[in-house]
C-alpha cells in the first residue's frame, strides 16, 4: 500500500493518498510493472495559471507505510514549453517544489506543456493544456445558518460568473484566525539550575510575543460547480464553509481568501473523479474501490508507466473576506478557546531526586506556561501560578507573524 506525497496541487481531496494513487475500478490503464516495492510512482502536481507570478510545479515519489514520509524529487530539469514558442524553465527550491525562473502568465490562445526529465534521465511530458476563458469571482458572503444536523453556525458562500464558454468552476481556500492567549502574561518562569540539594528557578521577562498569533489552514477537498445545465452562466451562493457555532476559530477575528479556478472539460472531470473516490474512500461498501487513476502526465519511453498527478491550466480570480462572530449573531457571547484553562501550581519537589521534580520536568518538556504567583487560586500548591502551554503561549498554536493581508 503506497501513501503520496502532499500536493498543494490535489491537496483539497479528504485523504492525501487519495489525491493522486487514486483507487479505481474499471477505468485505469494495464500496467506490467508493480506498483509496490521499489517501483516509486512520480507524483506530479502543478497549477499553471493567469495570474503574473512565479509558476511553481511540484514533485515527489510515492511511498509505502514502511517509510517515515515523501520522498521528494531532486536534481530534475523542468520546463514548461508553450505554443507560442516561449520556453519557461525551473529550478529546484526545497521540499519538491521547482519554481520557474521568471515570473509569466498563462495566455489564452496558447497551449502550454510540462516537461521533466529526472536525475536518472526518465523523461516524462504533460498532454498540451490551454487557459480556459477567465471567470470573476464577484464576491464571499458570510451568512448565520445551521447545516443539514440543525447545527447553528456561519457560511461562507461564492458568487461567481464568466462567459458562455465558461461553466467549469473550482474552489480552493486558505482560512486565517486570530489567537489570543487567555492566559498569557508578560513573564517566563526558567531553570537557572538544578542540583541535588538547590534549585535556582528565575522570574524573567519573555523575550518573543506570544500573547497574539494568527493560526491557518487549507482544508482537504475538492469544491466544484458546474452551470452548464443553467439558464444563465452565473454561480450564486456556492457553500464553501461552515463553522459551527461553538467553534474557537470565531473567538475573535476570522478571514478566509478564497480562489475560483475556470477549468477545462478535461480538468474538470480530473477533479470529479477525484471528489468521487475520495468520497467513496469514506465507504468500505462503495463499487469504486481500490485501482489507479492516470492522470494528463506520460512516461515518454513507456506511455503505461504510473504517473500520479495533473498538469492544470486555469484562469483564477480571488477574493477575501473577514468575519465578526459579533456581526452574525450580535448580542451572543463569542465561542471559548480550543482547550479548558486552568491553574496549577505545582511543586519544585527540593528533596524529590533529580530527574523527577514535577514543576521542573514541566517546564523542561515545554509544556506548562507561568502565569503569576499562587495567591491562593490553587489552595496547597507551591508557590508558581502554573497553566498549560496552550492557555499562556498562543505559538503553540499559530504563528506570532502577522499577515501582511490581515486588518484589525
Not at 231 to 245: G, Y
Request: aromatic share 12%; with cysteine.
Amino acid at each position: 500500500m503506497f501513501f503520496t506525497t502532499y500536493l498543494p496541487l490535489l491537496k483539497h481531496t479528504k485523504r492525501g493518498l487519495i489525491a493522486v494513487l487514486l483507487l479505481l475500478q474499471g477505468c485505469i490503464t494495464d500496467y506490467e510493472g508493480s506498483i509496490g516495492g521499489s517501483s516509486e510512482v512520480l507524483v506530479v502536481g502543478g497549477i499553471l495559471t493567469d495570474e503574473f507570478k512565479k509558476q511553481e510545479v511540484f514533485l515527489s515519489r510515492s511511498y509505502s507505510f514502511e517509510n517515515a514520509g515523501p520522498r521528494y524529487e531532486t536534481e530534475a530539469q523542468v520546463l514548461v514549453t508553450a505554443s507560442d514558442g516561449q520556453t519557461h524553465s525551473f529550478y529546484e527550491t526545497p521540499n519538491g517544489i521547482y519554481r520557474s525562473v521568471a515570473p509569466f502568465a498563462a495566455l489564452e490562445g496558447v497551449t502550454y506543456q510540462l516537461e521533466i526529465t529526472t536525475v536518472t534521465g526518465d523523461a516524462y511530458v504533460s498532454s498540451p493544456m490551454g487557459l480556459p476563458p477567465p471567470t470573476e469571482l464577484e464576491s464571499l458572503q458570510a451568512q448565520a445558518s445551521t447545516n443539514e444536523q440543525g447545527e447553528p453556525g456561519i457560511s461562507i458562500v461564492a458568487n461567481g460568473s464568466g462567459p458562455a464558454t465558461a461553466t467549469k468552476f473550482r474552489y480552493d481556500f486558505e482560512e486565517t484566525w486570530k489567537i489570543i492567549a487567555p492566559y498569557w502574561s508578560p513573564y517566563d518562569l526558567l531553570v537557572r539550575s538544578e542540583g541535588r540539594t538547590q534549585i535556582n528557578l528565575a522570574v524573567v521577562d519573555r523575550e518573543t510575543e506570544e500573547r497574539v498569533c494568527y493560526g491557518s489552514a487549507r482544508p482537504e477537498q475538492v469544491l466544484l460547480t458546474s452551470t452548464s445545465a443553467l439558464s444563465s452562466n452565473e454561480v450564486v451562493n456556492f457553500p464553501l464553509r461552515f463553522i459551527s457555532k461553538d467553534n474557537y476559530l470565531l473567538q475573535h477575528r476570522y478571514s478566509i481568501g478564497v480562489k475560483q479556478y475556470g477549468l477545462s472539460e478535461e480538468t474538470y472531470a480530473y477533479y470529479q473523479t477525484l471528489e468521487r473516490l475520495s468520497m467513496a474512500a469514506d465507504n468500505i461498501f462503495s463499487e469504486d474501490q481500490p485501482g489507479f487513476l492516470q492522470g494528463n502526465i506520460i512516461a515518454v519511453a513507456d506511455p503505461t508507466e504510473p504517473v500520479a498527478g495533473y498538469f492544470e491550466v486555469s484562469s483564477v480570480s480571488q477574493k477575501r473576506i473577514f468575519v465578526n462572530f459579533e456581526d452574525l449573531y450580535p448580542g451572543e457571547d463569542p465561542p471559548g478557546f480550543l482547550v479548558d484553562c486552568q491553574f496549577s501550581a505545582p511543586g519544585a519537589d527540593i528533596n524529590a531526586p533529580v530527574g523527577s521534580r514535577v514543576l521542573l520536568n514541566a517546564i523542561y518538556k515545554n509544556v506548562v506556561r507561568y502565569y503569576g504567583i499562587n495567591r491562593g487560586e490553587v489552595p496547597g500548591g507551591s508557590t508558581f501560578l502554573m497553566v498549560s502551554a496552550n492557555c499562556g503561549d498562543c505559538t503553540t498554536l499559530g504563528s506570532n507573524i502577522k499577515p501582511d493581508f490581515w486588518r484589525d
